[in-house]
């Protein structure tokens, strides 16, 4: 199973670097691109914060949070049935959050481009590393509530 989540978060990671290099060499900061008229645009800007620009200007606060639940996950995911959901969900949650505390390593920002606005609701801008974390606890969490965190052979 570590093997096929490493592979994993590494395509998911180069997806995250992709698609931030792109949108940083091709956008303006700030500027918005219309793609669905009153739905989706992209807009880049650079977040120095969390979710929702939470602890804005806390760099050292953010990448400590990262490095600490990456650490407790690679602990826990030895609990996990090996399944493939368990792989995609492992693989999602560490693409994504290496991709951004890589981003805030070296810049000290993320960039986050993909802009919604839903129903007259101006969703916060967000990367494809945020929608692999989300979806990947998304799914851990089924996992857990389907008990495939009470694995029976923990050496896989």
Known sequence: MKKKILIGSIICLVLDILSKSLIDNFFVSS???VIINNFFNIT???????SWNILSGSRYILILVAIVILVILFLYQNKFKNNMRNIISFSMIYGGIIGNLLNRIIYGYVIDFLDFNILGWDFPIFNIADIFIVVGVILLIYSIYKKDDENEVSSR
């Open 31 to 33: 500027n918005s691109k």
């Open 44 to 50: 880049k800007i650079y977040n120095d914060g969390a």
